[in-house]
């Protein structure tokens, strides 16, 4: 099977994806962790750390629920495609569908 040409936006997303999984989420993820103990360290902490250690934690959190998301999205499309293609009713298309 012949596999189609991806377009410039397409390969684009693509880069910024794998830049975001491979550079962007373990060092947003070390730098969560080591944010959550400065947090909890006993001591005086102002309330811009709680403003930073948030924005960290969303930077991780929003991209992998948009994936497992996305995982789930297709998961159930296949689903719906596979319980149609094994169904055994009869392809009847509209008067509009037939050429």
Not at 18 to 24: D, K, P
Not at 39 to 59: F, H, Q, R
Not at 64 to 76: C, M, N, S, T
Request: glycine content about 8%; overall charge positive; hydrophobic content about 55%.
């Amino acid at each position: 099977m012949a596999q189609r040409l991806k377009t410039g936006k397409e390969f684009t997303f693509f880069l910024i994806k794998l830049a975001y999984g491979l550079v962007a989420l373990p060092c947003l993820l070390i730098l969560g962790l080591l944010s959550l103990f400065a947090i909890s360290a006993p001591g005086k902490t102002g309330s811009d750390i709680y403003i930073i250690v948030g924005t960290i934690w969303m930077g991780v959190i929003i991209p992998v629920a948009v994936f497992f998301f996305h995982v789930l999205k297709k998961r159930r499309l296949l689903k719906i495609i596979t319980n149609d293609i094994k169904s055994s009713d009869f392809f009847m298309p509209e008067q509009g569908y037939e050429m």
